[in-house]
C-alpha cells in the first residue's frame, strides 16, 4: 500500500491552491451573535466570538472580586490585556468599551498563527493577497482601500475592481510568495493581508515592509464542520474589528454558518452506505490531465474540499484506500489503479477536479481557463473529455456527467468552501437539495457579498462543467 502514496509538500499545495469563501445579507447595523467561541482579540474575555459590552461588565466583575478578596467569575485571563500595556485593570474595561464601539486605535489580538500582534486601525492603504483576502476586502466593503494585490487577482482585476479608475491604478505585488519589497515599499501600505501560513516568510515580510502591519489572517482554514470556531471565521472576525466593519463581517459569517447548516441538516441522517462516493481531486499534474502521469491526487478528511464533500453528504473514496491517509494532512497522491480496480470496496460514483489557473507563485497554469472574466468553457470541456477518456475513467463512472471540472474559485475564494458545498449537494443528492440552487446561492455571493452587481456567473463566468 505504500508505494500507492506519495507524500504531498503542504507548501506546494499552498502555492498551487489556496482558499474560498461566500455570503449574503448586506450588512445593516444589527449586532449578531454568530455562536462558536475563542475568537482570540484581547478583550474577549468571555471566551465567545466578539467584544462587546459583556466582556466589559465580566472584567469589570472580574476586577471588584479581586479588590474584594472575593472569588472572581472565571474569564479568558490571556486576553484580557486589551491596551496591552502589561497590565489587567480599570483601563482594560475601558478599551474593551472602546473596541466594542468601534473607535480602538489599535487591535490586538492573535493571528492566524497564533502570534501575538498589535494593529493600528488607521487604515488607508491596503494591500491584499490572493482571491480569499481579496474577496474579504469586498465582503467587508474596503475594497476602495486596496490599493495592490498579487498576481493572481491582479490577472482578474476586470471582476476585482469594478471602479474603473481604481483598476487602473492598482498595483500588482506579483509574487508574495517571494516579494519584491523595494517595490511593495514602494506602495506605501497600512496593512497588508498575507495569504501564506508560513510564520518566517510572514516574519520576513514584517520585517522588511516599512510602517506596514502584517496580518495573516488565517482564512485557509475554514474546517466546515465546526466553521464557527475555524481559524477562516475567526479571521474574518478579526479583519472586521481591524478594519472597523464588524457589524458587516458578523453577518457574512452568520450567513456563513447557515448555509452550512443548511446542507448539513439535510445530510446528516444519511447512512454511510447509502452515501455516493466520490474522489475529490484536482485536474492539473494528474493522471486525469496527462498521459504520462500514473498518480492522481486525493483530498482528505483535512482538507475544505474534503469537508466541502461530507457537507454534501458523500463518502470520500481516500478513506476506504487507506484510514491513515484520509486522516492525515490534507491529500495524498494515489496512484490510479489504486482507485481504478476491482476491489468492490474501493470505487468511485462521482469525480471532481478542481483547477487552479493563476497561482500564489504568480504562474499561469495553461488549459483551464476559468473564473469571473472569461465565460468560454472550452478549456473545461476540454479537460472533461480528456479526463473521461484516460483508461478506466469511463468504466469506472458508467456515465459522462458523473465526472466534474471545476474552479478553484470554489476554493480559493472567500466562501470558506460553502458554495463547493452547495454546488457538490446538488450533485451528489440532487433528490435530497431539490430546493437548493447552488448558482442562484453564488450570484447572491457575488451581489451581496462581493458587492459586485449587475454580474451573472451563469453567463460571464466558467465554475464547473457540466453546469449543476
Ligand atoms: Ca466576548
Ligand atoms: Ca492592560
Known sequence: MDSKFIAIIAVAAVAVIGIAAFVVLSGGSEHKDVGGYGLEIFGNVDGDNDVDSKDAELLQKYLNAKEKGETPPSITL???????????????????????????????FLDGNQQEMRVSTDINRIG???????????????????????????????????????????????SMNSPDYDMVNSFELDVLFTFSYDPDLNATKQAKLVDCDVVYLGLYYPNLLKAENSDYVHGILKAGYILGKVDRAEAYVDWILGQLNYLM??????????????????????????????????????????????VAGGHNILQDISEEAYKSGYSKAVQYDAVFNDDPKVYADYIFCHTVQYTYAATEMKGVSHGYCTNDYSDFIKA?????????????????????????????????????????????????????????????????????????????????????
Open 78 to 108: 490571556d486576553l484580557a490585556d486589551a491596551n496591552d500595556d502589561g497590565k489587567v485593570d480599570s483601563k482594560d474595561v475601558d478599551e474593551i468599551k472602546t473596541i466594542a464601539s468601534g473607535k480602538a486605535k489599535y487591535i490586538h
Open 265 to 310: 441538516d439535510k445530510t446528516k441522517d444519511i447512512p454511510e452506505a447509502d452515501k455516493p462516493h466520490v474522489l475529490m481531486t484536482n485536474y492539473q499534474n494528474s493522471y486525469l490531465s496527462d498521459e504520462t502521469r500514473t498518480n492522481m491526487t486525493a483530498y482528505g478528511y483535512n482538507d475544505p474540499q474534503g469537508q466541502a464533500l461530507l
Open 384 to 468: 472533461w473529455n480528456f479526463a473521461y477518456d484516460r483508461p478506466l475513467v469511463a468504466d469506472e463512472l458508467g456515465t459522462k456527467d458523473h465526472l466534474h471540472i471545476n474552479s478553484g474559485d470554489l476554493r480559493n475564494g472567500c466562501s470558506g468552501g460553502v458554495l463547493l458545498a452547495a454546488y457538490l449537494a446538488k450533485v451528489i443528492n440532487g433528490d435530497l437539495f431539490e430546493d437548493l440552487d447552488p448558482v442562484a446561492l453564488h450570484n447572491s455571493y457575488v451581489k451581496d457579498w462581493l458587492g459586485v452587481s449587475g454580474y451573472d456567473v451563469t453567463t460571464q463566468a466558467v465554475v464547473i462543467y457540466p453546469s449543476v
Open 128 to 174: 491584499a493577497e490572493y482571491f480569499c483576502n481579496t474577496e474579504l476586502c469586498m465582503i467587508l466593503g474596503v475594497m476602495d482601500k486596496v490599493v495592490a494585490v498579487d498576481y493572481a487577482p491582479y490577472m482578474q482585476k476586470e471582476f476585482y475592481f469594478q471602479d474603473e479608475t481604481q483598476r487602473a491604478n492598482v498595483k500588482n505585488m506579483v
